[in-house]
């Protein structure tokens, strides 16, 4: 494994900021299972990464000092800490991206379209719903709150679901996945914390939130799907055999990474769901521990 750890807990949050400093230049063209199609796919999720976390940070940034947490303590230093560790995920799912290049994956240009997918969608949705009283920032928050909640639950199934841990081979890339994987659910309840205590628990911050997460599925599956098959494209690998790998990998109903998280992902809409009601807690020491974070 290829990286270099630097722990640091200056917010004084529940959870650390990893500084860390990844070397992709020996990870082979097919790192997992030497199967274009499972690197792809792991290609086009690390894709997303770059503007998804960005608008993560924004949107928390947009409302921190809202009278309803500004003076919260503890929140504010939770904020800090989630910040943090999504700049450090950026920074280095960017380096992975950048380091595509040498394979001949021009992965720059998949998060440029997903920043206008982004941008896109977010100002869409803010203008349909401005004639209910609902504003850009609890628009953009609310997409955080549902996003945040699909990355803990892929997260989850990464550090739980065994096949694909037998396919994440390259252990510079399986170790990349695994920390964020941690730290995913590390900081899983902060955004919605925050949006929760701006916006309570009303009927309209259930009605946003729920439409929200149904909205950034469908986008999320069709921006990823395109990618995969371009990426395939690009190597002359959209075969039969590739998607099927995909498939088995993803989507198949007893060990896709994807099927895996339906129950969790539908928790979501409870009405009285807390990120929090799902504990990882003893699986997060367990990873902790086994990664030496
Ligand atoms: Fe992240
Ligand atoms: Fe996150």
Known sequence: MNAKV???NRA???FPVRRMNFDFDQVPEYWAKDSAGI???MTALSALFPDGEKLFIDSVRAVRYHPAIKDNEALQKEISAFIGQEAM???EHAGFNASAQKYGHDVAKYERETGKVIQGARKWFARVVRPFGMTQEMVDLT???ALEHFTATLASQLLLNKHIQELMTDPTMSYMWYWHAVEENEHKAVAYDVYEEIFGRGVKSYALRNTALVMAMALIFVTQSSFV????KEDGKLNLKELGMIYKYAYSPSKGVITGMTRE???Y????FHPNDLDTVALLEKWKAKLGI
Do not use: E
Not at 229 to 232: P, Y
Not at 269 to 272: E, I, L, S, V
């Open 12 to 14: 004084g949050a529940s």
């Open 6 to 8: 630097n722990i640091s």
């Open 39 to 41: 690197t792809h796919f």
């Open 265 to 267: 992902m539908l928790a």
């Open 89 to 91: 995920h950026t920074h």
């Open 229 to 232: 098959i371009r990426l395939l």
């Open 269 to 272: 809409f409870k009405p009285g």
């Open 143 to 145: 997409a955080t709150t």
